[in-house]
């Protein structure tokens, strides 16, 4: 019987976790199946149980990242600092591991797929939510020179770099306060889902910025937008985290690397032809 995986989230129609995955074990040779299930609000304990008396491995998204955490027996040091989990594994004793992928994947995406370094770099994080604590350690762990915190609560962003500042040197501050120009700007505020800018000054972008906008839609998003307007070297968007942190995850559960460069290719293909028709 082939292996079984799943990702578990309400909504879930939308997720392109199963095509991802199926793709990673053809390419791998893998014998798997990679199922979306739309789990009812209260009830991912037993979705979770029911799952784990055959599947081998979940994705989580929203709204069960907390359910998620609480269900798991043991955690990645990096699921810990991100306090958050997306990828649960049953050990051979019974037992689930909880680790976090999202952050790896981003900064595999940054500087594998687009060979942008970061060790050395002065960076700025645009955002103090979740889904910027989840990439802060990986990112650090890359020793940069400096990473900048920047939120619209700044409280949030001084709380959260005081929580990182045992890796490297970071800092948080309000938008108007940020100072000086960046090498790498990750834009981590859900602002680009309503079609929001972070105020940052327009003087933080210089001609060999990359700017990451860990959102990712068909058309470029308002904060790529807005850097490419201001010459930036490179404007790039999540979806290459998207496809990361699956291959992350593919890897943890299944021992094997697969190729995320031609699933990013096709994905994006796809929105294109879905925006043109
Ligand atoms: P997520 O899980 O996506 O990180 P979150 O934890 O709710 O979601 O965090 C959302 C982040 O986007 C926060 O940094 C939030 O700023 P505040 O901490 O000040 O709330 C930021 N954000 C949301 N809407 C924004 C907007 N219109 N402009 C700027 N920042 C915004």
Redesign the pocket.
């Known amino acids: 019987m082939s292996d079984l995986y799943a990702v578990m989230g309400n909504p879930i129609n939308h997720s392109k976790s199963p095509q991802i995955h199926s793709t990673f074990a053809e390419q791998t040779e893998q014998d798997l199946i990679y199922s979306a299930i739309l789990v009812p609000l209260e009830k991912f304990k037993e979705e979770a149980d029911s799952f784990f008396r055959n599947g081998r491995g979940l994705n989580v998204t929203v709204p069960f990242k907390e359910d998620a955490w609480q269900y798991a027996d043991t955690y990645s040091s990096r699921a810990l600092r991100a306090g958050a989990v997306n990828t649960l594994i049953k050990k051979e004793d019974g037992s689930v591991h909880a680790d976090n992928t999202d952050g790896i994947g981003m900064v595999r995406d940054i500087t594998v797929n687009n060979g942008c370094e970061i060790k050395g770099k002065r960076v700025l994080v645009l ?6 604590r989840g990439i802060l350690e990986p990112v650090l762990e890359e020793k940069p020179r400096e990473v900048v915190i920047a ?3 700044v409280s ?1 962003a001084q709380a959260l770099a005081e929580d990182f500042s045992d890796i490297g040197e970071i800092s948080g501050c309000g938008f108007e306060q940020v100072e000086g120009q960046f090498d790498l700007i990750i834009n ?4 680009s889902l ?1 079609g ?1 800018l ?1 105020p940052v000054p327009e003087s933080v972008i210089h001609l060999e910025t990359t700017c990451y906008d860990m959102m990712y839609s068909a058309e470029p998003t308002v904060f790529n937008q807005w850097a490419a307007g201001l010459n930036a070297a490179a404007t790039l968007d999540g979806l290459g985290m998207l496809v990361e942190q699956a291959a992350e995850s593919f890897e943890k559960w299944r021992g094997v690397r697969p190729e995320s460069k031609p699933v990013i290719n096709s994905i994006r293909e796809s929105l294109l032809l879905v925006k043109t028709a």
Not at 127 to 132: I, K, L, M
Not at 188 to 191: I, L, N
């Open positions: 955002g103090a939510g979740g889904a910027v939120n619209r609560t949030k981590g505020t859900s602002a309503s929001e972070p």
